[in-house]
């Protein structure tokens, strides 16, 4: 996977992604049925000939990624017995060298490193995270704030051992009404490091370019953007420590009470939509243990109470677990429930294995939209096999949000923070804006065109001069690794005033090709706009292009200034 820069977006420059689709490459050890030397832990690749003999082992355990177009998956396996079951299943089975030795020897703390977990000083500890958090708030206080959501499980025993859940809102408070949801969630599944650090710093980066990216200003103006970070402190906690780093679920005492890192609930496990489902155990110390019962766990119930606050209940579906009551196409808001390392961009359903989602189509659409960014491969989330009790299948089937797991790259739970910075951050970035700009209308905008290289020239423009709004629309813009996206001429390009979603607001102007005449499905448009038509002083303006099917694409904006030319601005800076 390569990074997509964020700058193609803040500036509007025509971007794209070389996708990577390799998902587990070839092992240079031959996979056998022989037992191997040592006692354990080792990372291995399993090689597995059924369908049943992976649902099997899902049922119980919880793979690093799995593969199924190669039929191979990889698993940590802690001891002798543990690989004998493999290969008792059928597996054949090899030993991932490079894997186990960063398993089993994690980096450690450097004499210099100040801040950050013990050997990784880019990913943020559960306090740092709070304290970082805490002074956005302080810097951005007219659209940040925290929210306390509820409490951790050690919480509830002892106020002073555990954790509140901290959910960080961004949105312009001075601007009212109901405003469509993008929540992010990281840190579910404890070891998985890059998550948490992941959504923070795309709330860190949103506030910041409020007020300077003209897109992120009207998402915040009339949208929200909501992150949960840490979604599982206690278990964190645990796996910030070197020697205990690969906890997963909460740290739930009653059940597997051994102290080691199989103790609690797994709360991907435990949400109420299929709980109980296929890919989720009923053995307390396998690592997909859903709990004693659905939404057993006061994380989950924290996050559910939550969820059903900021988003409308947008799906009427019938008792039971209902897979195939449709939602409105006009239903909005995105979720997403952000994971590491399988390298793909996962929507529901993922709880039954062969079945689609009753808006199986607009969801496949905003996955390969959002894909085209992150260049994580987009898929039925059961692709890497069926997960009964998970957050997205609950959100997407009983609120009807669109609601999807982004499962980041890597080559393990704790990439190296060179790795991080260097090809994991940016591109998963970049889908997460793709998907703010579409949580107003996700089932509609995504199949529409979108509007790069948007710009205005000049800016200032004198009051007696004119204004040229230039922008590229582009109908393609899917990631086609798996199945592939129509797409259609781009018919028109608007240009409104006021935000275009607004009822009765009508454009201003239509650009017009710059080649003379709208017959592909990427065209570059512009319009001369006297400056005696817009208001006096900075102001956002608002386009939207439309395909030959009919398809809005999400909004694009632009800053335009109105007034006399300072010396200052003689070029064209604001």
Request: glycine letters at 8%; hydrophobic letters at 40%; a negative charge.
């Amino acid at each position: 996977m390569r990074a997509l820069s964020l700058l193609c977006l803040a500036v509007a420059l025509t971007c794209t992604i070389p996708v990577d689709a390799a998902r587990i490459a070839p092992d240079a050890v031959p996979a056998t049925t022989q037992m191997p030397q040592g006692n354990g832990p080792w990372v291995v690749r399993a090689y597995y000939s059924s369908e049943r003999s992976l649902e099997r082992l899902l049922e119980r355990a919880a793979p690093w990624r799995v593969d199924r177009n190669a039929r191979v998956l990889i698993i940590e396996v802690n001891d002798r017995g543990e690989y004998q079951r493999l290969l008792d299943e059928g597996f054949r089975v090899a030993i991932d060298a490079e894997r186990t030795a960063a398993f089993t020897h994690p980096a450690q703390r450097q004499l210099d490193q100040v801040n950050g977990i013990g050997g990784y000083a880019c990913y943020r500890t559960v306090e740092e995270s709070l304290s970082s958090a805490q002074q956005l708030v302080a810097a951005h206080g007219a659209i940040a704030e925290l929210v306390d959501i509820g409490d951790s499980w050690k919480k509830h025993q002892n106020a002073a051992l555990g954790y509140d859940l901290w959910a960080l809102r961004l949105t312009n408070r001075a601007i009212g009404g109901v405003k469509p949801v993008h929540y992010l969630q990281g840190g579910i599944h404890a070891r998985e490091y890059a998550t948490a650090e992941t959504v923070l710093r795309y709330g860190e980066w949103l506030a910041a370019q409020y007020d300077v990216n003209p897109d992120v200003t009207w998402i915040l103006d009339h949208q929200e953007v909501v992150i949960l970070f840490q979604a599982n402190p206690d278990g964190r906690k645990v796996a910030e420590a070197s020697i205990t780093r690969s906890q997963r679920k909460n740290r739930n005492e009653a059940f597997c009470s051994t102290g080691s890192t199989t103790l609690g609930v797994d709360l991907n496990r435990n949400f109420p939509f299929d709980w109980g489902g296929l890919g989720s155990s009923g053995t307390a110390c396998s690592e997909t243990f859903r709990g004693p019962s659905a939404a057993s766990e006061y994380e989950s119930q924290a996050i559910i109470a939550y969820l059903r606050t900021i988003f409308p209940d947008q799906r009427a579906e019938n008792p039971g677990v209902d897979l195939t009551t449709p939602v409105s196409l006009d239903a909005t808001g995105i979720y997403m429930d952000v994971h590491s390392n399988a390298g793909t961009t996962w929507w529901p359903w993922g709880n039954v294995n062969g079945v689609l989602a009753p808006n199986s189509t607009q969801l496949q659409t905003l996955g390969r939209k959002i894909a085209y960014y992150n260049g994580l491969t987009p898929e039925q989330s059961n692709a890497g096999g069926a997960i009964g009790g998970a957050t997205d299948d609950f959100t997407f089937g009983t609120l009807g949000v669109a609601a999807f797991t982004i499962e980041m790259d890597g080559n393990d739970f704790w990439p190296s923070c060179t790795t991080y910075a260097n090809t994991l951050l940016q591109p998963t970035l970049d889908g997460f804006f793709m998907a703010s700009k579409l949580a107003r209308a996700p089932y509609r905008w995504a199949a529409g065109p979108e509007l790069v290289n948007v710009s205005a020239t000049p800016t200032p423009v004198t009051s007696a001069g004119s204004v040229t709004i230039s922008a590229r629309a582009e109908d393609a813009r899917f990631n086609n690794t798996v199945g592939s996206e129509p797409a259609q001429q781009v018919t028109s390009v608007a240009l409104y005033l006021l935000p275009p979603w607004q009822a009765g607001v009508t454009p201003v102007a239509q650009l017009q090709p710059t080649d003379g005449a709208f017959n592909t499905s990427a065209e570059s448009a512009f319009v001369d706009v006297p400056a005696s038509a817009l208001s006096p002083g900075r102001q956002l303006l608002y386009l939207r292009a439309t395909d030959a099917a009919g398809n809005q694409g999400p909004v694009a904006a632009v800053f335009v200034s109105v007034g006399e030319v300072d010396p200052l601005f003689a070029n064209g800076f604001e």
